[in-house]
């Protein structure tokens, strides 16, 4: 353990465990309390003077969890069975933290959704057993309260916060029927009005399903195995949003591609979404599902709010470099941009003021080790393991909401003593014949910036039906453009005719085939205008896409009107 800004010194009241076999450790969710497995026993030890608690005999424990008022503590081992094939012996312990005695033993052979889902208050409890929820009321695992029975429960999510404790369920589909959501109140399982909300959808083989803190909406991202259409490797993704009051919308996004992150802020009044193909954009909604913000595009896979919600970071970590924007999201100002290179993992600290940054195994056995920043951009403390060891989980001590108050916002970065190395930029490949040519810069993809910065003089956000009718607008008044463009270069090309030729001299040379005729004038109007296009090109303006797609029909225009000419 080391103690936490401005220090970071080891920990003196936590003796440092140096087996090689410690794999898994967890805080509680107040950060008083700490367990950890040495490959040997489950000890759980008080934070403040290290005394320990309780050791329980489970070697080859994976995961621990605290339930939220630290009353119980879940340990899961990978679930066995015996040569002969008799089925396994319990796998999933929760212990009682006070006495330390084992309250319940279930079998769970898996270990996604491994750990029972407590409501905040612990007054109930819940654990997903063949396709159905079973709840459990006060830690009392003895009996069974209630059961929530729909045709076949995937998944399901209890909302966070104080009593009443909803509970969100998927069904996936079969056989033509569509997969859907449920929103239930505890206990109203059954009756006509028992759904608060209900939200179906063909394309989801798996969803994955966010409560906001407020408890008043979730969110869900349907996600198919396989894009029929074979845009994207990842599969298909869809966001819906789901109130408790029966509401429910599509989020409509306005780039396709996949959907990598979606976070709600702390006050439960927006959230935001980083989505479509490389560079991938990212955008805040409200709870109407219009956009407030757009960030514009940019090499980013994930989001995440400060504990407080006033500052925002979007990262492209995994396959991309690392690259951080810190936001402050109330003024919408970017604060700083540092770059975390081969980070496997992310996390504010309590305070809303640091960050830690970390590279872990097994997703990276080189180069492991972790970072605290300041979110200015500030590097305050590096630590690197030696060569032959590896880092496998790093977390902050966590505390209970409103210990930290909120701070303002500061721009200025805060000073450091730790050199920060320059990363090395690898020189992209150049052929032997362009070496000793002057480098042109192109980019494959040319990045959008945000909403801000863009140089349209109108700053704030459009709503659905706004950006609908801008877009007509938009085409209307291209059209206009164009068709105004094309008469007067008609009329420049008549008079340019009538004053070089004679009134009885016919100007341009004809097949003697009417239609011929009309084809060749219309294709010399098409190439003179693209002769347009190429001119503003190259004074430096950015063309449309339907403008750029008339440039490249240049060639065979040309060919066309060859072949015409001379009769083919």
């Not at 209630?146 to 076949?152: I, V």
């Not at 960030?295 to 925002?312: E, K, V, W």
């Not at 200015?376 to 393991?385: A, C, F, R, W």
């Not at 989980?393 to 730790?418: I, M, R």
């Amino acid at each position: 353990m080391v103690n936490g800004p401005p220090n970071f010194t080891e920990n003196t009241v936590f003796l440092r465990e140096s087996g090689k076999n410690c794999k898994v450790y967890a805080f509680s969710k107040d950060g008083s309390l700490f367990a950890w497995c040495n490959g040997e026993k489950v000890n759980l030890v008080n934070v403040a003077d290290n005394e320990l608690l309780h050791s329980f005999n489970l070697p080859k424990a994976v995961c621990l969890e605290f339930s939220p008022k630290n009353s119980v503590l879940a340990i899961w081992q990978p679930y066995t069975t015996s040569k002969d094939g008799t089925s396994g012996v319990p796998n999933l312990q929760l212990y009682d933290v006070k006495t330390g005695k084992c309250l319940k033993s279930f079998i769970q052979k898996k270990m996604q959704n491994w750990c029972p889902s407590w409501a905040d208050d612990e007054s109930i409890c819940a654990r997903n057993v063949n396709n159905e929820v079973h709840f459990f009321e006060n830690n009392n695992f003895g009996t069974i309260a209630n059961k929530l029975h729909l045709q076949k429960i995937s998944d399901f999510v209890l909302s966070p916060g104080p009593q009443p404790c909803k509970v969100a369920v998927y069904v996936p589909g079969s056989k033509g029927a569509p997969s859907f959501v449920r929103l239930y109140q505890y206990p109203n399982f059954n009756g006509p009005h028992a759904v608060l909300a209900n939200k179906s959808f063909f394309k989801a083989d798996k969803v994955t399903m966010l409560w906001n803190k407020k408890a008043t909406a979730v969110l869900v991202i349907a996600s198919t195995d396989v894009d029929k259409t074979g845009a994207s490797y990842y599969g298909e993704q869809t966001l819906h949003y789901i109130a408790t009051n029966g509401e429910s919308a599509v989020v409509q996004l306005p780039k396709n591609g996949p959907i990598y992150d979606v976070v709600w802020n702390s006050s439960s009044t927006e959230f935001c979404a980083v989505y479509g193909f490389m560079p991938a954009k990212a955008t805040i909604f409200n709870l109407k599902c219009d956009p407030v913000f757009d960030f514009g595009t940019g090499p980013r896979n994930a989001a995440y709010y400060s504990p407080h919600g006033h500052i925002l970071v979007l990262a492209g970590f995994g396959n991309l470099r690392g690259q951080m924007e810190v936001w402050d999201v109330k003024n919408y100002k970017l604060i700083s941009k540092p770059v975390a290179s081969d980070s496997t993992y992310f996390a504010w600290c309590p305070d809303g003021e640091h960050i830690v940054t970390a590279t872990c195994a097994p997703r990276l056995r080189v180069s492991n080790g972790y970072k605290i920043w300041h979110y200015t951009g500030s590097i305050l403390h590096k630590y690197d393991v030696p060569s032959n060891a590896e880092i496998w989980q790093v977390s902050w001590q966590p505390f209970l909401d409103g210990v930290f108050p909120a701070k303002a916002v500061t721009y200025q970065a805060v000073p450091s003593e730790v050199p920060e190395k320059e990363p090395k930029v690898a020189e992209a490949y150049r052929p032997p014949a362009l070496r000793n040519k002057p480098i042109t810069s192109s980019k494959l993809h040319e990045e959008e910036p945000p909403q801000n910065m863009k140089h349209s003089g109108n700053d704030k956000p459009l709503s659905k039906t706004a950006l609908k009718n801008q877009r007509k607008h938009e085409a209307k008044k291209a059209a206009k453009q164009e068709a105004r463009s094309e008469s007067g270069q008609d009329l420049a090309l008549n008079s340019a005719q009538q004053q070089s030729t004679p009134r009885n001299v016919v100007s341009l040379p004809t097949t003697g085939d009417p239609e011929v005729d009309k084809k060749i004038k219309n294709l010399k109007k098409k190439l003179k205008a693209i002769e347009q296009l190429k001119e503003q090109a190259a004074g430096g303006k950015l063309l449309e896409k339907n403008q750029m797609e008339k440039i490249k029909k240049e060639a065979a225009l040309l060919q066309e009107l060859e072949d015409l000419e001379l009769g083919v």
